[in-house]
Nanobody
Framework: QVQLVESGGGLVQTGGSLRLSCAAS????????MGWFRQAPGKEREFVAA????????YYPDSVKGRFTISRDNVKNTVYLQMNSLKPEDTAVYYC????????????????????WGQGTRVTVSS
């Protein structure tokens, strides 16, 4: 069992930056690939970023590539999402998720690949 708690959300102007954190407790954090997803009002949950167990492999959709960076600290049991050049369309509740993948380099974009989820942190980007 893994418990995930996100933090770092808030209100920011267009073009600004935020760094989200997701602290994990429970089973060995380094055994899990991690992902970030978001859900805007009235929309489906959307993949934002993923990182492999060691942090050596990452994956982003085109919508955030070059603006968002996922990273992890396996000593602090924390995964981060650095978000730069924020746009109003980035407004959403952001969730982190953990998955026991098949290989060290595995990371996934599908929500149903993930086993554990946090409660979310809200990000609002004003225009």
């Amino acid at each position: 069992q893994v418990q995930l708690v996100e933090s770092g959300g808030g209100l920011v102007q267009t073009g600004g930056s935020l760094r989200l954190s997701c602290a994990a407790s429970g089973r060995t954090f380094s055994s899990y690939a991690m992902g970030w997803f978001r859900q805007a009002p009235g929309k489906e949950r959307e993949f934002v970023a993923a990182i492999s167990r060691s942090g050596g492999k990452t994956y982003y959709p085109d919508s955030v590539k070059g603006r968002f960076t996922i990273s992890r600290d396996n000593v602090k049991n924390t995964v981060y999402l650095q978000m730069n050049s924020l746009k109003p369309e980035d407004t959403a509740v952001y969730y982190c998720a953990a998955a026991l993948g098949p290989t060290t380099d595995w990371r996934a974009s599908a929500a149903d690949e993930y086993d554990y989820w946090g409660q979310g942190t809200r990000v609002t980007v004003s225009s």
